[in-house]
């Protein structure tokens, strides 16, 4: 069974950063097509950022370019989120994702597995 495991969220005041891990256990993880998400209150679930099997293509929603950057190491099984020049926006729960077959990266329903989530808040 695979599980996905985040931490790193907490409070931080707008223009700080914060480092999101998620560690990915139960298969090869360099087989996973990897993606972060995040929810603010509500139903829907907002893409974030994506980062192909080998790390060699990265993608990102518009709002976070240039502030954010996802990387992942294959030999830890673990994909990460670095985020820069944060603001109130940006508050939400994080989730990280894997997907074994990408179709769309920022498709909710492109992903398999999904991890519980970790709270983000960015206070003005």
């Known amino acids: 069974q695979v599980q996905l495991v985040e931490s790193g969220g907490g409070l931080v005041q707008a223009g700080g950063s914060l480092r999101l891990s998620c560690v990915v256990s139960?298969?090869?993880?360099?087989?996973?097509?990897m993606g972060w998400f995040r929810q603010a209150p509500g139903p829907e679930r907002e893409f974030v950022a994506a980062i192909s099997w080998g790390g060699m293509r990265a993608y990102y929603v518009d709002s976070v370019k240039g502030r954010f950057a996802i990387s992942r190491d294959n030999t830890k099984n673990t994909v990460t989120l670095q985020m820069n020049s944060l603001k109130p926006e940006d508050t939400a729960v994080y989730y990280c994702?894997?997907?074994?077959?990408?179709?769309?990266?920022?498709?909710?329903?492109?992903?398999?597995?999904w991890g519980q989530g970790t709270q983000v808040t960015v206070s003005s």
């Open positions: 994702a894997a997907s074994s077959t990408m179709a769309e990266p920022r498709m909710t329903s492109t992903y398999d597995y």
């Open positions: 139960g298969r090869s993880f360099s087989s996973y097509f």
